[in-house]
């Protein structure tokens, strides 16, 4: 797309966000890449926001919209791990995962989506989870919020047709994220085991191709659905899982 | 009496009206003694109670609120010594297109139809280890399938206890426990009938055989669910709506 463009990007100073970040900016885009501890030298206009609550999605939108004088999207990749049985699971974190997981997005949606009609051809984007789709043992919150935001993504696709906003959700498998290389060394120490043998044998014995996901990759489907190819994509997920849900 | 949940104990949220009471009143027939809960409307509450001596107790409760949940497996255990069975069949919704929606009605939602089914589930889950038996169903929706125009918080959850149900069926799966889900379309309850006559003959003209489901429908796969007999099926959404979403 030749036309500059303007999106918000959440979870955006490490990881998934920052790379989906730096591909916006890359193309020539606009971005306000949200987090809750935002890199001043990252790709984008950093903005601090603490995503739990009502109030910081809000100033996000709000942000966006005066920085830019556009929204033309919104990338919700904001995110975190809690790994628990679910009879030891903090009643607490749960709270706070399904905040940042499921409300948020829902959030940035209901401020920016004026912008978004605006816009004329919007997007509404979640980096949901290959488990959106299958579940693990131990992420009960993980687990029921990925899912829980394809719902969102459908409802949001079904209401935003007549609008021209086309909502999708991007399901990867393990991601080579700061999150990711902390459990590979974790692993790696736990087992007894040399790193390299991590990934083959613990973290992606479910994924066929044994090898983690890019953000760049990632970033790459990003910037594909929210180009004009991605309108007829609306309401359906993009699952980059190397096979995990494929048997 | 011979039923084949003689001796059994169901918990059933909103189990005084609606889809729940059909679940209540199967479950009761199959000679289990139901808990169920209800958050306002203690007159359907009282009926079923009434109706059923000794056989029903009945909860209050906001399943939004942990410690609400807590307190009522806690009275229900008290009573009647254990819970075999839970049915997370409680719901509301509070509708409005994304662009409208209250905050307010999104949380609620997300509380009461998915936090509530994780804290009912976290707090009877260590007695079913105990024991090594339990049977949990969650009933979902066919919305958590499609999403809804005016129902982006009602979607949200009803899809967000598909994850769950599958998360809690693999940490059970060795302990003689199972996590399942019934994905109802829709059912002649009062939530439906609420619908105005027009609009619901087009939902009507949508679904393949024709018409509303009745909640015993709904209430006779439930039962099948939460049997002994049922004891190799978990992780699984059984979807219960006239071939709505082939």
Request: charged share 20%; glycine share 12%.
């Amino acid at each position: 797309m030749s036309d500059r463009r303007a999106y918000l990007v959440t979870g955006a100073a490490s990881g998934i966000g920052r790379a989906i970040a730096a591909r916006l900016v890359d193309d020539g885009h606009d971005v306000l890449s949200v987090d809750r501890a935002p890199d001043d030298g990252g790709p984008g206009r950093p903005f601090a926001a603490d995503l739990t609550l009502r109030e910081p999605n809000k100033a996000a939108v709000e942000e966006a919209a005066s920085a830019f004088g556009r929204l033309d999207g919104v990338v919700a990749c904001a995110g975190f791990q809690v790994v628990s049985p679910v009879e030891e699971f903090p009643e607490d974190r749960w709270d706070d995962l399904i905040g940042v997981l499921l409300t948020s997005p829902f959030l940035l949606a209901r401020y920016a989506w004026p912008a978004l009609v605006a816009s004329g051809d919007g997007r509404f984007v979640a980096i949901a989870s290959v488990h959106g789709l299958v579940a693990s043992a131990f992420k009960a919150a993980y687990v029921s919020a990925k899912h829980g935001v394809l719902g969102l993504v459908k409802t949001l696709a079904l209401e935003g047709a007549p609008h021209g906003i086309v909502s999708v959700a991007v399901c990867p498998g393990y991601v080579r994220t700061p999150l990711v290389e902390r459990q590979i060394s974790d692993q790696a120490r736990a087992h007894g085991i040399p790193a390299e043998q991590v990934l083959e044998r613990i973290l992606l014995t479910r994924q066929a191709r044994k090898e983690l996901i890019e953000p760049a990759d990632v970033a790459e489907t990003v910037a594909f659905v929210i180009g004009p190819g991605g309108r007829s994509y609306t309401g359906s997920q993009l699952v980059m899982g190397n096979g995990w849900t494929a048997g | 009496m011979s039923g084949r949940l003689d001796g059994q104990v169901a918990l059933v949220t909103g189990g005084a009206r609606g889809i729940g009471l059909a679940i209540s009143h199967r479950l009761l027939g199959q000679g289990a003694t139901v808990a169920a809960g209800y958050s306002r409307d203690d007159v359907h509450a009282r009926a079923l109670l009434d109706k059923n001596p000794g056989r029903v107790s009945i909860h209050q409760g906001n399943i939004g609120v942990a410690e609400d949940c807590n307190r009522v497996v806690a009275e229900v255990t008290e009573q009647h010594g254990k819970i075999d069975i839970l049915v997370n069949n409680a719901g509301i919704t509070a509708d409005h297109t994304a662009r409208k929606m209250d905050p307010d009605e999104w949380d609620r939602v997300v509380r009461v139809n998915l936090s509530g089914a994780f804290y009912l589930t976290h707090a009877v889950l260590n007695g079913m280890i105990e024991r090594g038996y339990g049977r949990i169903v969650n009933i979902s929706s066919v919305i958590g399938e499609t999403g809804n125009i005016g129902q982006a918080n009602y979607a949200a959850t009803k899809s967000g206890l598909f994850g769950l149900t599958k998360t809690l069926a693999l940490e059970t799966a060795r302990r003689g426990i199972t996590v399942n889900c019934v994905a109802p379309g829709f059912i002649a309850t009062d939530m439906v009938k609420a619908v105005p006559e027009e609009a619901l003959a087009k939902v009507i003209g949508h679904i393949p055989v024709g018409r509303l489901g009745e909640p015993e429908e709904v209430a006779r796969v439930v039962d099948f669910l939460v049997s002994p007999d049922a004891g190799y099926i978990t992780g699984s959404v059984v979807d219960v709506n006239g071939g709505l979403n082939m």
